[in-house]
């Protein structure tokens, strides 16, 4: 069974940073294309970043682009969000998501495998 576990959220002040996990377990992620996905309060799911199976090609949401960084470590089995700068308006639950497609894509609906998503809250 896939499974996706996120970690790393947490309460940070305006401008601080975080680095976000997303592990994997019952499957190998060198295989899938992950995304990352947040939605807020009151808000529609959005995409953030996404990064295919090779690691070769990232894409990001023009909301973060410069401050959020997608990598990942097929060793570990686990895909990465360094977010730095952050926002009062960065603020959600962030979710991981697994595709089995090479390419890249911010549309919910073209993930298959979801983790449980982790709280995100930027404020002083």
């Known amino acids: 069974q896939l499974q996706l576990v996120e970690s790393g959220g947490g309460l940070v002040q305006p401008g601080g940073s975080l680095r976000l996990s997303c592990a994997a377990s019952?499957?190998?992620?060198?295989?899938?294309?992950i995304g990352w996905f947040r939605q807020a309060p009151g808000k529609e799911r959005e995409g953030v970043s996404c990064?295919?199976?090779?690691?070769?090609?990232?894409n990001y949401a023009d909301s973060v682009k410069g401050r959020f960084t997608i990598s990942r470590d097929n060793a570990k089995n686990t895909v990465y969000l360094q977010m730095n700068s952050l926002k009062p308006e960065d603020t959600g639950v962030y979710y991981c998501?697994?595709?089995?497609?090479?390419?890249?894509?911010?549309?919910?609906?073209?993930?298959?495998?979801w983790g449980q998503g982790t709280q995100v809250t930027v404020s002083s």
């Open positions: 998501a697994a595709r089995w497609i090479y390419y890249c894509s911010n549309y919910g609906p073209d993930f298959g495998s």
């Open positions: 019952g499957f190998t992620l060198d295989s899938y294309t």
């Open positions: 990064i295919n199976s090779s690691g070769g090609s990232t």
